[in-house]
C-alpha cells in the first residue's frame, strides 16, 4: 500500500513542497537531528540539486515514525507561517534583529521561508514567536496562564541586561533553589486588535536532574542523566498594569508573579484575580435563539446555535443535536415529538456551536463558527483573524454569556464576607455546588468576583447525594396527549427522575469550583486590618495571620486570624505557634469557622462572622464589640478561677488552669486521664500514680504514648508536675 504524505506527514509534506532548496537542506542539517542516524544519507552534498527525488523518497520510504521528529519540528514551522503568526514574527523581528539580518529576513520570498529562515538562524526569537502566539490563544485560559494586578507604567518595565533583571534573577534562584544556569530574555510585542502592546520576558530555570534510557540502531541501551530546563513566560502590559504569567504549576507561578511585581517593577504583590473570563453557557438551557445586536464594524445577517449538547437524567448521557445556520435549532426542537421536553428537563448544556453571517463595509459576506464547553473553555482564542475573536467576544458579551471578573464593590463585600469565610475556612483548592448549596452560598456572584471559578464536573456520573437518597437515574415515559378536537392524538416522550428529583436543579449540585485562596486572604485581611489600631498584617504559617493590635484597657492586644481548625493537627500546630508568641499577652484569635471553645493556647478565640456588622454598606468589624468579647473571656483564657476540664464537644474538651492559660484536650482517652488529674486536684487525693491515671482505658501505656509526645510537651511544660518518679498533678 503506497503511503500519502500529506496525510501522515503533512506539515512535513508542505514544507518540502512550498520551502526553496537550499532552506531545506539546511533543515535536514539542524542539529536536532544529529542523533538521528537514519537521515545522513539525506544531507550529501548536492542535495539541493536533486530535491525532489530525495524528498519523495524520504517520504515514501522512511516510517512515519522515523519521520516524527522531522514532522514535530515542521509543524513548529508552519505554525509561526500562519497570518498571525507572520504578524508577530514581522513585530518582535523589528525590534530585535539587527538591520542586516532584519534585512534578510524580509527579502524570503514568503511567511514559509520567513518562518524557516528565522527556525535555522535565531532558534531565540522564534521560541519568542510561539510564546507570543500561544500567548494571544490562551491567556484567558486559567489552566495555562495566571494573571496578576500591577500599577501601569509609562517607563514599562526593566531592560534587558540590566541590574534589575539580575536582581530578579538572583531572588528567583534564592526562592526555588535548584541550583545555578538562570536567565531571561526580553522581547517586545507588538499591539494586535485590541490588544495592547506589551513586554515578554522569557526565563529559563533548571529543573531536577532527570534520565532517560536510550536504544540506539544497534539495540545497544543506556540510560541518559541530564538537567532538563524549565522555562516560565511573563507577559508585562504598561498601559494597563496586567502581568500574565505561565509556569509549570500554579506555585512556581504565583512565585515568578510575586518576585517580578516587587523586585523588577518595584511595586506591591497583589492576589486579586484580574483579566479572567467565564463562560457561562447556562443560558442555553432556557433559550437557544439568539437576538441579533446592532454593531458598528459589522452588520450582522444572522446568528443561531448550530450544535447544542445536552445531558439527560445523568452527566454520562449525552444527547448532541446540529444542524445548519440556514435553519432555526429552536423550530427543529419545537416540531419533534417530545423532543422539546427533552431539552426542557435535561441535566446539563454541555456544548454549544454558534455560527455567525457577518459583512463588514465593503467586504463580502463571511461566516464565523466557534464552540463553547461547560469547562470554561471557547474555540474563539484559537482564531486566526483577531477581528472575529474581537467580534466573537463582542457577542457574547452582549448575550450576557461571556462574564469577565471585576473588583467587589464594598456592598458587594459585605453580602459575600460569610460566604467567603466559610470557603476560606475549610482550606481546600476545590468546593463543589452541593457544599455551596447547603450553606445557601450562590456561587454566581462569587464566580462574577472572582472568587471561585467553575472548573467542571464531580465526576462523569452523578453521584449519591448527601441525604443518601440515592443516584439519579432517568427514564422515558411515553404516552399518548390529546390535541383539540379537529387534530389527531400524538405521542409524548417525556424524561422522568425515578427518584424524585427535578432534572433542572440538579448541574449546580455536582458542579466544581476552583477557589482562588489568594485573593479570598488578600480581601479578608484588607478589610480588617482598618479596625485595628496598628495593623501589621503577618502570615505566621497558612493557617495563622497576625493581624495587628487593638488597645483594650490601655493595653495591647496582638490579634490573629485563623482557619481549618477544625482539623486537630492544624490545631495543634496553631495552638503551638501561638504558644511561641506569649511574651506578647494574652490575645484575641478571630477564627473563620465555628470551631468549639472560646479559647485557644491561652488567648480569647471567637468566630470572626459573630463580629460583622451585617447591616452595614461596607464590612464593619466593630473595635468595641471585639474589645467587649476579649473582656468577657479574658478571665476563662488566664485559666479561670478554679481548675477545670470543661467539655466542648462529644470529643474535646478545655483544661483550665488559672494563672496558666487554658489547652486543648482531644480524645475520650486523654480526657479520662485529665479528668482524673483535675478531680484529684479539686478533692483529694494528690498526687496520682500514672499506673492509676491509666487504669482501664490504656493498661501498659505510658502517658507520653497516649497524649503523643507535642501534646504531652506542652502538658509538661505549664499543666502539669512530677513531685516524684511515676506521679503526675495539676501544677499550679
Excluded at 614 to 643: N, T, W, Y
Amino acid at each position: 500500500m503506497v503511503r500519502a504524505p500529506a496525510k501522515t506527514c503533512p506539515n512535513l509534506s508542505r514544507l518540502f513542497d512550498d520551502a526553496e532548496p537550499e532552506l531545506l537542506a539546511a533543515f535536514l542539517r539542524s542539529g536536532v537531528f544529529d542523533r538521528l542516524k537514519w537521515l545522513d544519507p539525506y544531507k550529501s552534498e548536492g542535495w539541493e540539486q536533486d530535491v525532489d527525488i530525495d524528498v519523495s523518497s524520504m517520504l515514501r520510504t522512511e516510517t512515519k515514525q522515523q519521520l516524527s521528529p522531522l514532522e514535530e519540528q515542521a509543524a513548529r514551522i508552519v505554525t509561526v507561517a500562519s497570518d498571525r503568526g507572520d504578524y508577530v514574527l514581522e513585530g518582535l523581528a523589528r525590534t530585535r534583529l539587527e538591520p542586516q539580518r532584519a534585512m534578510d529576513l524580509r527579502n524570503q520570498r514568503d511567511r514559509l521561508a520567513r518562518s524557516l529562515w528565522l527556525f535555522l538562524n535565531d532558534p531565540g526569537l522564534f521560541e519568542a514567536v510561539e510564546n507570543s502566539l500561544h500567548l494571544r490563544l490562551y491567556r484567558r485560559y486559567d489552566k495555562h496562564y495566571q494573571t496578576f494586578m500591577a500599577e501601569p507604567s509609562i517607563e514599562g518595565g526593566p531592560e534587558e541586561g540590566s541590574k534589575v533583571l539580575d536582581d530578579l534573577l538572583a531572588d528567583l534562584n534564592a526562592e526555588l533553589d535548584r541550583g545555578e544556569g538562570y536567565s531571561i530574555d526580553k522581547f517586545e510585542i507588538p499591539e494586535d486588535g485590541d490588544e495592547p502592546s506589551a513586554e515578554m520576558y522569557l526565563l529559563f530555570h533548571p529543573n531536577a536532574p532527570a534520565s532517560v534510557r536510550e536504544i540506539d540502531d544497534e539495540g545497544n541501551r543506556k540510560s541518559i542523566y541530564f538537567r532538563p530546563p524549565g522555562e516560565a513566560m511573563i507577559v508585562y502590559t504598561p498601559s494597563t498594569g496586567r502581568v500574565h504569567v505561565r509556569a509549570g504549576n500554579r506555585n512556581l507561578r504565583h512565585t515568578i508573579a510575586e518576585r517580578f511585581v516587587e523586585t523588577a517593577l518595584d511595586q506591591t504583590y497583589s492576589n486579586q484575580p484580574v483579566d479572567f473570563q467565564a463562560y457561562d453557557i447556562s443560558h442555553f438551557l432556557k433559550e437557544l435563539d439568539l437576538e441579533l445586536p446592532d454593531l458598528e464594524e459589522a452588520v450582522i445577517d444572522r446568528a443561531r446555535v448550530i450544535r447544542a449538547d445536552i445531558s439527560i437524567g445523568n452527566l454520562a448521557n449525552r444527547l448532541s443535536l446540529s444542524t445548519t445556520i440556514d435553519q432555526s435549532i429552536s423550530e427543529i426542537i419545537d416540531d419533534q415529538p417530545g423532543l422539546a421536553k427533552t431539552f426542557e428537563k435535561a441535566v446539563a448544556i454541555r456544548f454549544v456551536e454558534i455560527a455567525v453571517r457577518y459583512r463588514r463595509a465593503g467586504a463580502e459576506v463571511k461566516t464565523l463558527n466557534f464552540t463553547l464547553t461547560d469547562r470554561n473553555t471557547s474555540s474563539l482564542l484559537s482564531l486566526d483573524d483577531p477581528f472575529e475573536r474581537v467580534l466573537g467576544h463582542r457577542l457574547l458579551r452582549h448575550w450576557n454569556i461571556l462574564r469577565e471578573g471585576r473588583a467587589p464593590t464594598d456592598k458587594e463585600s459585605t453580602a459575600v464576607i460569610p460566604a467567603l469565610l466559610a470557603i476560606w475556612d475549610i482550606g481546600r483548592d476545590n468546593v463543589s455546588g452541593a457544599w455551596l448549596q447547603a450553606r445557601k452560598v450562590d456561587p454566581g456572584i462569587l464566580t462574577e468576583l472572582g472568587f471561585l471559578v467553575p472548573v467542571g464536573w464531580e465526576g462523569d456520573d452523578l453521584l449519591d447525594d448527601e441525604d443518601q437518597i440515592g443516584p439519579v437515574v432517568a427514564g422515558v415515559d411515553v404516552k399518548v396527549e390529546q390535541r383539540d378536537a379537529d387534530s389527531k392524538n400524538y405521542k409524548v416522550a417525556e424524561l422522568t427522575i425515578t427518584d424524585g428529583h427535578v432534572a433542572s436543579g440538579i448541574p449546580d449540585y455536582y458542579r466544581l469550583y476552583r477557589v482562588r485562596n489568594g485573593w479570598v486572604e488578600d480581601h479578608l485581611k484588607e478589610r480588617l486590618e482598618g479596625t485595628l489600631d496598628a495593623p501589621a498584617i503577618e502570615e505566621i504559617n497558612k493557617y495563622l495571620f497576625y493581624l495587628g493590635m487593638l488597645v483594650v484597657d490601655e493595653r495591647d492586644v496582638p490579634v490573629y486570624l485563623v482557619r481549618c481548625i477544625d482539623n486537630e493537627k492544624i490545631r495543634s500546630s496553631v495552638d503551638t505557634e501561638l504558644r511561641a508568641r506569649h511574651h506578647l499577652g494574652i490575645g484575641l484569635v478571630l477564627q473563620a469557622g465555628n470551631a468549639a471553645g472560646p479559647c485557644l493556647a491561652a488567648n480569647v478565640m471567637t468566630p470572626l462572622a459573630d463580629q460583622i456588622e451585617g447591616d452595614q454598606p461596607e464590612i464593619a468589624l466593630v473595635a468595641d464589640k471585639l474589645r467587649s468579647v476579649f473582656r468577657r473571656h479574658r478571665l476563662l483564657a488566664r485559666g479561670g478561677q478554679a481548675v477545670e476540664l470543661a467539655r466542648v464537644g462529644d470529643n474535646m474538651a478545655i483544661l483550665f488552669v488559672p494563672g496558666t492559660g487554658t489547652i486543648d484536650i482531644k480524645g475520650e482517652n486523654r480526657i479520662v486521664v485529665i479528668q482524673r488529674l483535675v478531680d484529684a486536684h479539686n478533692s483529694g487525693p494528690m498526687p496520682m500514680a500514672t499506673a492509676d491515671l491509666v487504669d482501664g482505658i490504656a493498661k501498659d501505656q505510658s502517658l507520653a504514648n497516649i497524649f503523643n509526645q507535642p501534646l504531652w510537651n506542652k502538658l509538661k511544660a505549664e499543666f502539669l508536675r512530677s513531685p516524684g518518679k511515676g506521679k503526675w498533678q495539676i501544677a499550679i
